[in-house]
Structure formats: C-alpha cells, structure tokens
C-alpha cells in the first residue's frame, strides 16, 4: 500500500476509483463504503484509493479536544491496509486547506490533482470551507469533471444510523458491547507501560499503568480485557480500572491493567488493550480492605466476562 503525503501523486494513481472521508473507527459504515469502492476498481481493474485527512477536522478547530480518536493514526492505516486500500492520500488538514471553497476542493484537488474515475463517499459527507459541500454539489459537477459519483446510502444497525459520533457514544456510557458490534471488532488501545505509584502491587496485585491520550476516554470504571504484549501474538486475560483513584485522593485519570498470568515487570512495554466488557463504575471506598475485597469480586467478574472470542 502506498502512502501520499499530498495530492501530488504519479499518474498510475489516477483514474481510479476512491473514496473520500475521516474514517476514524473504520466502523461498518466505512466498511460499506469500502466495499462498494473495491467492487468497482476490481471490476474495472483499477486502483482503490483513500483521500483523508490529518488531524480530524474537528480536532483542528478544537485545540481543547484531546481525547477523541476511536483509532490513532498508525492503527488507522493499517485498518485500511486490511481493507483493501492500494494507496492513501493522506492530506494535512492545516489553517490553508481548511479556507478552500467546496468547489475549489472539486476542481484543484479532486479533478486537477487526483482526476478519480469513481468517486465514493456516504451520503452524510461534508467538505469546504464551512462545511457547505455535499454530495448534491459532487453530483452537479460529476459530468463536468469526469468522474462517475457513488452516494453510499448510510449503514444503519439497530434501526440507527452508523457513525463515529455513535461509537464514540457507546464507549462513554460503558456500552462497550455495542461499540464492538458498530465496529465489527473489540475496541482496543496501544499504550507504553508507565511508572506508576505502585499503589496495586501494595494490595495484591501487579498492575501497569498507561496513560489514555488521544484515544476517546471511555466511561470510567472497571472493565474485562485482553491484553497482548509487544509484538507477541499470545493474547492474555485481564481486568482494568479506568479512573481517578478516589480511595487514595488521585487527580489524574489512570487506566491500570491487571494481566491474569503474569508477574513481571512490564514497564516501557507497549500494551494493546481490547475492552470487552464494562464491569461497575468507579467507587471511594472507606479503606484499603473494602477496595480489595471489591477487586476480588471485579475479577470473578471479569473472567466470566472474557469468555466471548476476542473479533480482530
């Protein structure tokens, strides 16, 4: 798969068919649009390729967002490697690109730049400066610019459409279960183990700690996890704890895992986190002994939680 950082791309690259959108989460709506995408490049025996941008739109014009992203940047690409994608044009959404007209959007980039011979995107897109471009404005100016438009109807589950935005949802009010079916796949993070205060290891059981940074904070609480270690394929069960630590006056949001199995040190490790079920908010407890007493329970819970095949 080849990856542009611009839209000055070889010919070859022209004149395929591509699909246009943030794809953040690759979730089964994107799928759709994927699917239908590489039907007609296979078909006509062209390249598939994504245009999409970096940083999300929205997290350019809210410097205050910082947790967010269902996927970050490197799990992204390699999602849509798994898809099929033969090239990505991966534009920088800067203070520039973001003044650009919808219709100066079709005519520089989409025709002069890219010149795609099919153009697919779901019918909710926006694009341009405000956001005034649709896919009405990409019809109009199909014949014009010689490209053939696909208007994917959006992807509904449960009677509802979706979305990102959906997704995003269901992982802050601990609907985990629901996150997974949206994305056809266990929600995960990749974090570094960091130093931690070592309150776990003082009540029994060894933890790392990872901070959550642009990933989208799910509800705080506890959860039932799989965890796999560096490049290692072997997958481990686990518990995890997402909060402010209220029992020892903690401030800062720490998500704490408990790998079932292993007692070494972990630290500066890379973890890739799969959440597979919410287990119980985050509660103060009184003393030390009524929170391990609680953990006792939570990973009884766990275990039985983790079960259910982990979905890649």
Not at 40 to 50: E, H, L, P, Q, R
Not at 172 to 188: E, V, Y
Not at 211 to 217: A, G, L, S, T
Request: net charge positive; proline share 2%; aromatic share 12%.
């Amino acid at each position: 798969m080849k990856i542009f950082s611009n839209t000055n791309i070889p010919k070859n690259y022209k004149r395929s068919a591509l699909a246009i959108g943030n794809f953040d989460g690759i979730h089964k709506g994107h799928q759709k649009v994927f699917k239908k995408t590489i039907k007609f490049a296979k078909k006509n025996k062209i390249k598939f390729g994504v245009l999409t941008f970096t940083p999300l739109p929205v997290i350019f014009f809210d410097k205050k967002i910082t947790n967010h992203r269902l996927l970050s940047e490197d799990q992204k690409l390699r999602f849509l490697k798994k898809y099929g994608v033969n090239f990505i044009i991966n534009i920088r959404f800067n203070k520039n690109f973001s003044k650009i007209s919808a219709k100066q959007f079709i005519k520089k980039i989409i025709f002069t730049k890219v010149s795609p011979k099919l153009l697919s995107v779901s019918n909710n897109f926006k694009f341009g400066n405000k956001r005034k471009g649709n896919v009405n404005l990409l019809k109009k100016f199909s014949k014009k610019y010689n490209y053939r438009l696909i208007n994917i109807k959006a992807f509904k589950y449960g009677g509802k459409i979706v979305s990102s935005t959906r997704v995003r949802k269901c992982l802050q009010t601990g609907k985990i279960h629901l996150a997974n079916q949206l994305l056809s796949r266990t929600w995960f993070i990749d974090g570094l183990v960091k130093k931690g205060k070592k309150i776990g290891r003082k009540l029994g059981y060894r933890t790392c700690n990872i901070h959550i940074r642009n990933y989208i904070m799910p509800k705080i609480g506890v959860y039932g996890v799989k965890v796999s270690i560096g490049n290692n394929k072997k997958i481990f069960n686990g518990v995890a704890y997402l909060g402010y630590r209220p029992t020892f006056g903690g401030k800062k949001i720490f998500l704490e895992i408990n790998i079932f199995g292993i007692k070494k040190n972990l630290y500066k490790k890379k973890l890739r986190v799969y959440f597979q079920k919410y287990i119980r908010t985050d509660q103060k407890f009184s003393n030390s002994v009524k929170l391990i007493k609680q953990m006792n329970k939570d990973i009884i819970f766990a275990k039985k939680g983790l079960k259910r095949k982990l979905v890649l």
